[in-house]
């Protein structure tokens, strides 16, 4: 009994096809390495950076409505979030329109400028994502490229043999499925998390904007107009024994 082959001795394999392929099919495969690696990075990292901005929210809302004045909530806001950001350019704002010679009304001077930091905090968020887009919607052609070659070199083996024979044209067209396979692989990742991100940009987005209508409301108003800080659980009632 002839003892089993070992596991890289696989004629069809992934390694084979890409020996078989020569650098063109190694090319290929390492530009689709790239571009997934990037994107998974992409993924992961503005993952984080959205939770992060998300948790920010939730301690603001808890914490900064319920100072007694907009120093004191500024000073409880964690430094170089983007709610302490949004903060410190209204306040920067505010005390810029007492210095201005030409008169311009508070409530434009104000919505400019949290609308133009708002912008900036939405616009770091969405760095990253068009490469999520690119990559979605390239590694397929990318893929495709490497089965063409693949398919090509099938055709000469098929021209050189006379004759269409499964052991001249496997190797060639195994080539060529492998890379459509990675090619899709990498693709199908990039286009859900794209989309996934860029559905929890806008949720992020429009918690920043209602915190910043809330600001504003709040300092052309004085302090007139105050959102109410969000009620915390009450704490479990201590069980008898």
Not at 153 to 171: C, E
Not at 177 to 200: D, F, H, K, Q, S
Request: glycine share 10%; charged share 15%; proline share 5%.
């Amino acid at each position: 009994m002839a003892p089993p082959a070992a596991e890289g001795s696989n004629p069809y394999g992934l390694m084979a096809a890409l020996e078989q392929g020569g650098l063109i099919a190694q090319t290929v495969f390492g530009i689709l390495v790239i571009m997934s690696a990037a994107s998974w990075y992409i993924m992961f990292t503005k993952l984080l950076e959205q939770q992060k901005v998300l948790n920010q929210g939730k301690a603001a809302r808890a914490t900064f409505w319920s100072s007694p004045s907009l120093r004191d909530g500024q000073a409880k806001l964690e430094k170089n979030s983007a709610y302490r950001q949004i903060v410190d350019d209204g306040l920067i704002a505010q005390d810029q329109h007492t210095k201005l010679t030409d008169p311009v009304d508070q409530h434009e001077w104000l919505l400019g400028s949290l609308a133009r930091s708002q912008g900036a905090i939405n616009s770091k968020l969405g760095n990253g994502l068009a490469v999520l887009a690119t990559v979605g919607s390239t590694s397929p052609f990318v893929g495709l490229f490497g089965t063409v070659i693949g398919i090509y070199r099938a055709l000469i083996k098929i021209g050189a043999a006379g004759q269409a024979s499964i052991d001249a044209v496997a190797g060639p067209v195994g080539e060529a499925l492998i890379m459509t396979a990675l090619g899709l692989a990498v693709a199908v990742p990039a286009v859900l998390g794209y989309n996934w991100l860029l559905r929890r940009n806008k949720v992020v987005s429009e918690q920043l904007a209602a915190f910043a209508t809330d600001l504003h409301g709040y300092m052309v108003s004085a302090g007139a107009v105050k959102p109410v800080a969000p009620a915390r659980a009450p704490a479990p009632a201590a069980v008898k024994k």
